[in-house]
């Protein structure tokens, strides 16, 4: 007979109450801020698909991570939005390409704050595809050497982390056995382990020009109705090797991230995407939603369901709200 001695409001009564019983912390540690970079000087190009982000030359990246960090933000990930594309993306692993480059600055300005960087192909393609392509398939075995040429030239420039997004099979003990035999044993690798064929990336290809020319990426990237094969993904790639896994996207994923987190002992990422950041925005300039609150709600459910870590475009803005 609970009620009437059991009353779940007498905690819920006031906000001392409320932050005394509550479960989930969400703090800046949690984030990790993507950024968009390009070539030239002084650009800073409003990403329609994408309000409040923007395509940045490195003078420009630099002041911005240096503020993201300023907001106890530990970590920034960087794709690189090259002036150049070819067949095969040669232009991701050129020792002065634009991430390189973009590591560089950002190291010598802001030490302390750890850069990690996307490894796949399809920024740098024409095609837009996340390898090499033949006759209209996207080739595994060939991908991977590509894969390790990107992770060495951005270990090079001193990147702290390196995180493959292409979906190949068996590239994470490719790159660790590329970044090993170069010296870089110390390098860790986040992999986004169960990366879903997810519609929620449309806004992303538009910051990135990364569609892909022709097909879509269903034959690398998971099927969304799958939670068992995501478990394989992630097992095989910590066997590969994989410091952190991730799960991406996050709040339609919220099953995956939980199942992930129970049954690996490792660091477990989310990517908050960029359809799931413009979905919020979108409402917010409706007034259908509070911007903020919606905000710090998927975020707090993303860490609730299991993500120690959560990359998402709201990064600034949520350590910004986290300090009051
Ligand atoms: C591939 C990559 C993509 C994203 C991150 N890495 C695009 C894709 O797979 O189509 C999407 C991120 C987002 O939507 O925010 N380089």
């Known amino acids: ?52 982000q923007w395509r940045l030359s490195v003078d420009h990246l630099i002041k911005d991570a240096g503020e993201v960090y300023a907001l106890g933000v530990p970590a920034i990930l960087l794709f690189g939005v090259p002036a150049r594309k070819d067949e095969t993306g040669s232009e991701a692993w050129t020792p002065d390409g634009i991430v390189p480059r973009a590591i560089r600055a950002v190291k010598d300005r802001v030490p302390d704050l750890v850069v990690i960087t996307d490894l796949c192909v399809d920024e740098y393609t024409t ?38 997004s292409d979906m190949m099979d068996g590239r994470v003990a490719a790159i660790r056995r590329a970044l090993d035999a170069e010296g870089f044993s110390q390098v860790p690798i986040m992999a986004y ?24 990426r269903q034959s690398y990237q998971m ?27 996050a709040l339609p994923y919220l099953d995956v991230i939980h199942a992930a987190r129970r049954a690996f002992d490792r660091p477990v990422a989310a990517y908050q995407v960029s359809g799931e950041y413009s979905m919020i925005k979108a409402a917010a300039q409706n007034g259908w939603l509070d911007e903020r609150r919606a905000m710090l709600e998927t975020l707090v459910s993303i860490r609730r369901a299991g993500a120690d870590l959560i990359l998402t475009y709201y990064a600034k803005e949520a350590a910004r709200a986290l300090h009051g």
């Open 223 to 249: 099927d969304s109705a799958n939670i068992r094969e995501a478990l394989r993904e992630i097992e095989l790639d910590i066997q590969e090797g994989a410091d952190i896994v991730m799960v991406k996207p």
């Open 1 to 52: 007979m609970p009620f009437p001695q059991d009353r779940l409001r007498r905690l819920r009564a006031t906000e001392g109450f409320r932050r005394m019983v509550r479960e989930t912390r969400l703090s800046p540690d949690n984030l990790i801020a993507p950024f968009f970079v390009v070539e030239g000087r002084d650009e800073r190009q409003p990403i329609g698909s994408m309000p409040g």
């Open 127 to 164: 095609h837009g595809h996340c390898g090499i392509v033949q006759d209209g398939r996207i080739l595994n075995d060939e991908t991977l050497e590509c894969l390790q040429k990107m992770a060495l030239s951005h270990a090079r420039a001193g990147a702290d982390m390196v995180a493959p």
């Open 193 to 216: 382990a169960a990366k879903f064929a997810s519609c929620f990336y449309a806004p992303f290809r538009e910051a990135a020009a990364s569609s892909p020319q022709f097909g879509d």
